[in-house]
T-cell receptor, first 116, second 119 residues
Framework: SAVISQKPSRDICQRGTSLTIQCQVD?????MFWYRQQPGQSLTLIAT?????????ESGFVIDKFPISRPNLTFSTLTVSNMSPEDSSIYLC?????????????FGPGTRLTVL | AQTVTQSQPEMSVQEAETVTLSCTYD???????LFWYKQPPSRQMILVIR??????QNATENRFSVNFQKAAKSFSLKISDSQLGDAAMYFC????????????????FGKGTHLIIQP
């Protein structure tokens, strides 16, 4: 299993600013992901955070808007840049201990972001 | 790209009764993995049950079982003896085989079904 913590748990930000969300895992994991959950919606994969290389972004998400760092196997950050009210969402970090496949994917508690 | 459809935005069931949540998916892949996750008001995502597509036998976890129909691309969740603690959003999710390329190891989620348990 994996225990994931995220900081901050919530924040209220002004339009045009940036926020960096931290994700810390209690064990080394290969697979780490960032998801967005817009109000009342499902989870959408933003990107796969790759250790030591650039993240792999899903369609509709770009590095300039959502830069991701993954300096080691237990930590990652997601930055939401130049925020607008449409970025108001819950952002979740997620990991798979070991290989993917049928293995359980664990989720952090999420960061609730409100952009005014 | 794969898509997951949950056609029931909300379901209600009496405590101790049985309820079935529907999920269909679209894929051109022959092998993959399917999951049901639960998200209570705490927002914490909790794995309920998982199924490997190559296995014909339906997965079961205590009061939770699935009806996996590969040809129909259907993956419904049955909750028996419903309890108040089962009240949550339930998400059906799909994952490709490892190393299939770009985000394949991540999950594709349906829109979710809000399950209400009536005491």
């Amino acid at each position: 299993s994996a225990v994931i913590s995220q900081k901050p748990s919530r924040d209220i930000c002004q339009r045009g600013t940036s926020l960096t969300i931290q994700c810390q895992v209690d064990s080394q994991v290969t697979m780490m992901f960032w998801y967005r959950q817009q109000p009342g919606q499902s989870l959408t994969l933003i990107a796969t955070a790759n250790q030591g290389s650039e993240a792999t972004y899903e369609s509709g998400f770009v590095i300039d808007k959502f830069p991701i760092s993954r300096p080691n196997l237990t930590f990652s950050t997601l930055t939401v840049s130049n925020m607008s009210p449409e970025d108001s969402s819950i952002y979740l970090c997620s990991v798979i201990p070991g290989l993917a496949g049928v293995n359980e994917q664990f989720f952090g508690p999420g960061t609730r972001l409100t952009v005014l | 790209a794969q898509t997951v459809t949950q056609s029931q935005p909300e379901m209600s069931v009496q405590e101790a009764e049985t309820v079935t949540l529907s999920c269909t998916y679209d894929t051109s892949e022959s092998d993959y993995y399917l999951f049901w996750y639960k998200q209570p008001p705490s927002r914490q995502m909790i794995l309920v049950i998982r199924q490997e597509a190559y296995k014909q036998q339906n997965a079961t976890e205590n009061r939770f079982s699935v009806n996996f129909q590969k040809a129909a691309k259907s993956f419904s969740l049955k909750i028996s003896d419903s309890q108040l603690g089962d009240a949550a959003m339930y998400f059906c999710a799909y994952r490709s085989l490892p190393y299939s390329g770009g985000g394949a190891d991540g999950l594709t989620f349906g829109k979710g079904t809000h399950l209400i348990i009536q005491p």
